[in-house]
């Protein structure tokens, strides 16, 4: 299976940048996916990664590190609607389905 | 809005009790993934479905089981209700989802199960 950690909670300012990381260790390595989700709410796909590098999409950049077993995401410019938990999930380990993380619940304060 | 939709949005009931959660997939998807998400444990993977036939399990207990039907909706059904199985259901459906292929999974709204 996957082992994956994230931190538990993470506090922030409205308008400035934070960044959420994210390790595992796994085998057979084929992707890691990011999810934001509000309490109460759906998780809703934020990015995909499986290359090493930084993946950028508007405020939210992700980025993937194979041999590190390693990956962020940075949100830029926060907002008060930021405020949610943040999933990283993991595919990997023979399984083409993803393994989630317990989340990091990130805080946005004015 | 994801395209998923999921049905009841709340439901309450008695331990002992058997309770029937509908999804419907996004337009054109084939496969139907079953999550269960408490306090606790997180967002833990159930049952996958595709196009009908059962793809893949992951911690579902035998009081649980899916199906998929023909137009591709699914049902999870949760029998002998405890209640440790109070919980957030998701629902997510992906275009694909067979080995060697990484589908994004997109998610509906929940069922929100709370057993008394």
């Known amino acids: 299976g996957q082992n994956i950690d994230q931190p538990t909670e993470m506090t922030a300012t409205e308008g400035a940048i934070v960044q959420i990381n994210c390790t595992y260790q796994?085998?057979?390595?084929?992707?890691l996916f990011w999810y934001q989700q509000h309490a109460g709410e759906a998780p809703t796909f934020l990015s995909y990664?499986?290359?090493?590098g930084l993946e950028e999409k508007g405020r939210f950049s992700s980025f993937l590190s194979r041999s590190k077993g390693y990956s962020y995401l940075l949100l830029k410019e926060l907002q008060m609607k930021d405020s949610a938990s943040y999933l990283c999930a993991v595919v990997g380990g023979g399984s083409y389905i993803p393994t989630f993380g317990r989340g990091t619940s990130l805080i946005v304060h004015p | 809005d994801s395209g998923v939709t999921q049905t009841p949005k709340h439901l309450i009931t008695a331990t002992g009790q058997r309770v029937t959660l509908r999804c419907s997939p996004r337009?054109?998807?084939?496969?139907v993934y079953w999550y269960q998400q408490s306090l606790d444990q997180g967002l833990q993977f159930l049952i996958q479905?595709?196009?009908?036939?059962?793809?893949a399990k992951g911690n579902i207990l035998e009081r649980f089981s899916a199906q998929q039907f023909p137009d591709l909706h699914s049902e999870l059904n949760l029998s002998s209700l405890e209640l440790g199985d109070s919980a957030l259901y998701f629902c997510?459906?992906?275009?694909?989802?067979?080995?060697?292929?990484?589908?994004?999974?997109?998610f509906g709204p929940g069922t929100r199960l709370t057993v008394l």
């Open positions: 997510a459906s992906s275009t694909r989802g067979l080995a060697g292929s990484t589908d994004t999974q997109y």
């Open positions: 479905y595709y196009n009908g036939e059962e793809r």
């Open positions: 337009s054109g998807d084939l496969s």
């Open positions: 796994t085998s057979g390595f084929n992707g």
């Open positions: 990664n499986v290359l090493d």
